[in-house]
């Protein structure tokens, strides 16, 4: 009989691997099953950390196959050739589409009312391309999208003004990756709207302007890649960025959380996974926040969609 929680992770590279680590730390999951096409990986992966686990909460992580992920709770699909150095997430896009094509029939077959937390990159597309090749309900399937992207800003606007994060909302949406789009007009900093803040409260009374907000925005954009350029991979943000996701999964916390999901005329946009925020609990996709945003956002929101939907007319989903 199933006790507790069940997490099953595809894919046992360095992000696959992190996630199993940090989930493992947390405690959240009573089980953690990890699956490899190279079946050592996993095993070798699963071991080292099992190893660890008299130093935090009991939980039983091992490597297995497909047949072994019934009743899993969440799915995280990881699978996929990774990013190089110089390379863009778009340039990945038909191999990994490929590879999903050959997984995700074997997964679901095995774990139908699982929620499947995509992390693969590209990953609106690889989101999309699950979507349009399985039986899951939209619900079920969403990205991890632009957290990272928004955690990122927050970090590098509390950095700017002082604070903690904590004290510091903002979003990244649209892709995950060059077209993303800030809207500054939802940025609130110490519970103010950002203007307000940089007008009243900053020691700089708004005598910053918009060459340091692009500044910003190029950090927040371009902050993966110069991680990638120096140590080849990036996978312990996001491990912890999934750790979250999971964790609003599993303890059903309707979180409001900007994750790549299926599109239905927000903003007058459809059929295309992007990010918007979005409440997530222990069903998945629980529902759709469409806060106002400026006419000159709403635009870039349009052409961050379209650059996908381009992507996607060039390749063979299904």
Known sequence: MKKGKKITILGAG?????????????????????IDINENKAKGEALDIFQGTPFCAPVNIHAGGYEDAVQSDVVVVTVGLARKPGQTRIDLAQANVDIIKMVMPQITKYAPDAVYVVVSNPVDIITYAILKNTNLSERQVFGSGTMLDS?????????????????????????????????????????????????????????????????????VRTAGAQVISLKGATFYAIALSVRRICECIIRDT??????????HNQYGINDV????????????????????????????LHKSADALKNVISQLNIK
């Open 151 to 219: 955690a990122r800003l927050r970090s590098s606007l509390a950095e700017h003004v002082g604070l903690s994060s904590k004290n510091v909302h903002a979003y990244v949406f649209g892709e995950h990756g060059d077209t993303s789009l800030i809207p500054w007009s939802l940025t609130t900093i110490a519970g103010m709207e950002m203007n307000k803040y940089c007008t009243y409260i900053c020691d700089r009374h708004n005598h910053c302007g918009k060459d340091e907000l692009k500044d910003i925005e190029e950090d």
């Open 273 to 300: 996974c992007l990010s918007l925020p979005f409440v997530v609990g222990a069903q998945g996709i629980v529902r759709a926040i469409v806060p106002p945003l400026l006419p000159e956002e709403e635009a870039l």
């Open 14 to 34: 360095n992000v696959g691997a992190t996630i199993a680590y940090t989930l493992a730390a947390d405690g959240m999951a009573s089980e953690i099953l990890l």
């Open 254 to 263: 309707d979180s409001v959380m900007t994750v790549s999901a299926m599109i």
